[in-house]
């Protein structure tokens, strides 16, 4: 898993819906979003999310047209900083994110690699706290993660 990462919305709200924004800083060196993303998340971040823009405003402009300022600033400042992965949940724009070479993983992604680095004892508790919470996911995932954690259910 990447060393820098940049949260998208989404990423921010679902973790910090079911208490679990702390994960972030466990797992990644860097946790950057972008003051399009700070506005929509409209919460007080922690010392330890930097804010940082896209310096390249062509670029940007160009991915407004194409996706909502949070996804497209993220990904405009991944191309910027060495090594980046954005966490993006919307299939949309990891495509987008994804056909210039910007590496992503979504909310669902960290919680498993979360549950893999022992800060997460059940994952599917935390998947269906954040769907509880307005998460969206289609059913045919879901039932995916349901049989690949099914060891989960019976913990929780």
Not at 30 to 58: A, H, M
Request: with cysteine; hydrophobic share 40%; proline share 1%.
């Amino acid at each position: 898993m990447a060393k820098t990462v940049i949260a998208n919305t989404s990423c921010l709200i679902s973790l910090h819906n079911i208490g679990l924004l702390y994960i972030l800083q466990k797992l990644f060196g860097e946790v950057y979003i972008t003051s399009d993303i700070q506005r929509v998340f409209g919460q007080s971040l922690p010392d330890w999310i930097k804010v940082q823009n896209p310096k390249n405003s062509e670029l940007l402009t160009t991915f407004y047209a194409k996706l909502d300022k949070g996804e497209a600033s993220a990904i405009a400042l991944a191309l910027e900083i060495q090594n980046a992965t954005v966490i993006i949940d919307e299939l949309k724009g990891r495509k987008f994110a994804e056909s210039y070479n910007v590496k992503t993983v979504g909310t669902i992604g960290i919680l498993i690699f979360a549950k893999e680095k022992g800060l997460v004892v059940n994952v599917m508790e935390e998947i269906n706290k954040i769907i509880e919470s307005g998460f969206r996911i289609s059913k045919k995932l879901l039932t995916e993660l349901n049989d690949e954690h099914r060891e989960d259910k019976t913990k929780g």
